[in-house]
């Protein structure tokens, strides 16, 4: 649980944060989402006091972030940004096991938990751990990232662009994987970015920043289908809006009975991708097919016509 | 084997060789001298000579590596930000002072003998290693500083693990500079009775004796040039390991 009360950070003669409030529970994805300028950044390094608020306070689980030394409060907070931020100067497996390191944990615990973290996130153990990170792609240095930053264990990720540097298909491929590994972990992750793509794909909630202030905290259905100010309907660019809405419904939420010809499609996958097939193959109705290929049931152009829509 | 390396390692041979057994050289010298003179200077030890020169450099160039480097993570830390103005300006007056200037005004205190020598040495020193490491301290990449605090390194462990490594190419720059410039400069002070290579040039000078004129500068030369090379290597070998991102 972190709680952030009224947190305000002004620098020089600007204030880039200016009074949020808001709460983020365990395990749960926030994005903070806005444009550069907006504070997202400053609000989210001040979690773990790189930056130090002028007033207000953070509280992790209950207690003030304010209380010892800022660099042991980091420890038991991953953070991961946008470039890694690897040292070069260090092996793939040294730099995921800084913070253990630092915590002063034995070699051989150390060790287990790097092979634990790599196979995690597909990076095989014999050839990469011993490699230096100018010898990886941009992909694999943004995995060891994520990986280093969740070496110990942290109850909460703080993400800075994390995905900033990747191309699209890559960076598709890491959002996927960073929602499966939260799910594994039960990670608190506060994430932050311009993309309201992203935030929509990975937020369970979003909070809308500008100009220093907090402008809406929802859930990603709330926000397309009820923007609070007409900044944040521009974020969504309003053409989109129908499709936005249809991309975080999962098909197995809107399942009917009946048969549908063709290829099925997996329960896993959204609305969206189902109005693609759809629109793509000329059906009518898509069969939906769950995790052992079995299938389950059906979704039709009319149900799909209907959740695009504002209040479906 | 790179044709790079079989060079170096025949002219340190040949230099050995000849520091151990100059006797042996002395038809290479002879054509040099006239009238009889000797061709290998005798008075001491050609070895004895080598040693001690490079005995001064090393030392000269340990202190200034110390207090150069101490100074340059002491201006770069918050609380010594201060500092920076007058360290360069210690640094830099150290640099324009001629070592002549140096070793006159420093025999009157320390007397003759090698002690004015290492001072001149070490202030004459100190300039490129400390650029060097304010350069180095100053230029690491913003999102590794920004993963250095932010992963919990406490401020030593930072200048430590991170800092400190990745200066450490561009620290061993200013050393080789230093090292190099030092070998030439160290045989001035033989005019104030330090134990250099100099000897051999001076005594040379004096007696107009070309052949030791020429083995004396001759291992200056090749000193120079080998610990200038031997410290570009390994100079290369870690920043390659600090690598390109």
Do not use: C
Request: aromatic share 6%; glycine share 10%; proline share 5%.
């Amino acid at each position: 649980m972190i709680e952030i009360e009224h947190l305000s950070k002004t620098f020089a003669a600007e204030t880039a944060v200016n009074d949020v409030s808001l709460s983020i529970g365990d395990g749960e994805i926030v994005v903070i989402v806005g444009t550069s300028g907006s504070g997202k950044t400053t609000l989210l390094r001040m979690i773990n006091r790189l930056i130090e608020p002028d007033s207000g306070r953070v509280l992790l689980d209950g207690r003030d972030t304010r209380d010892g030394p800022a660099y042991l409060l980091r420890r038991q907070i991953g953070y991961a940004i946008q470039g890694h931020g690897l040292f070069p100067h260090r092996t793939v497996g040294e730099n995921i096991g800084t913070v253990p390191k630092l915590l002063g944990w034995e070699k051989a615990r150390t060790a287990a938990r790097v092979e634990e973290l790599m196979a995690l996130f597909q990076l095989d153990v014999a050839t990469y751990r011993d490699r230096l990170p100018a010898e990886l792609s941009g992909g694999q240095q943004q995995r060891v990232g994520v990986a280093r930053a969740l070496a110990a264990s942290p109850k909460v990720l703080l993400m800075d662009e994390p995905f900033g540097a990747l191309d699209p298909i890559i960076r598709a491929k890491a959002q996927a994987d960073l929602r499966a590994i939260q799910r594994r972990l039960k990670t608190t992750i506060v994430l932050v970015t311009h993309d309201m793509n992203e935030a929509i794909a990975l937020g369970d909630r979003i909070a809308v920043m500008d100009q220093g202030h907090l402008l809406q905290y929802a859930t990603p259905d709330e926000i397309v289908v009820r923007p609070a100010t007409a900044f944040v309907g521009e974020l969504l660019g309003s053409g989109e809006r129908p499709f936005r809405l249809l991309s975080f419904r999962p098909v197995r939420r809107f399942l009917e009975t009946g048969a549908a010809s063709g290829p099925p499609i997996p329960d896993s996958a959204t609305l969206r991708d189902a109005l693609e097939e759809a629109l793509w193959s000329g059906r009518d109705a898509l069969p939906v097919a769950d995790a052992s290929g079995t299938v389950v049931g059906r979704i039709s152009m009319a149900t799909l016509v209907k959740q695009a829509a504002r209040h479906g | 084997m790179k044709p790079g390396t079989v060079v170096r390692i025949v002219v340190l041979v040949l230099l050995v060789a000849f520091l151990v057994t100059p006797q042996s050289f002395a038809f290479v010298f002879a054509p040099l001298t006239h009238d009889g003179q000797p061709a290998i200077y005798t008075q001491n030890s050609l070895l004895n000579l080598t040693l001690s020169h490079i005995g001064l450099v090393v030392a000269a160039t340990l202190v200034a590596t110390l207090v150069a480097v101490g100074l340059a993570i002491l201006v770069t830390r918050p609380s010594g930000a201060e500092f920076l103005p007058l360290s360069r300006m210690i640094a830099n007056t150290g640099q324009t002072f001629p070592p002549v200037a140096v070793l006159a005004l420093a025999v009157p205190i320390l007397g003759f003998g090698s002690g004015p020598t290492l001072v001149a040495l070490f202030l004459y020193g100190l300039l490129p290693i400390f650029e060097n490491a304010l350069t180095g301290l100053t230029t690491i990449a913003p999102d590794i500083e920004d993963s250095a605090r932010g992963t919990g390194m406490s401020e030593t462990q930072r200048l430590w693990q991170v800092e400190l490594p990745l200066a450490l190419p561009l620290i061993l720059a200013g050393i080789r500079l230093s090292v190099t410039i030092s070998i030439g400069t160290a045989t001035i002070g033989s005019t104030v009775a330090a134990s250099t290579l100099g000897e051999a040039i001076i005594a040379g000078l004096i007696n107009s004796n070309l052949a030791f004129v020429a083995q004396g500068g001759l291992v200056v030369g090749v000193l120079a040039i080998l610990s200038y090379d031997g410290l570009r290597a390994l100079e290369r070998r870690f920043a390659r390991r600090v690598g390109a991102r």
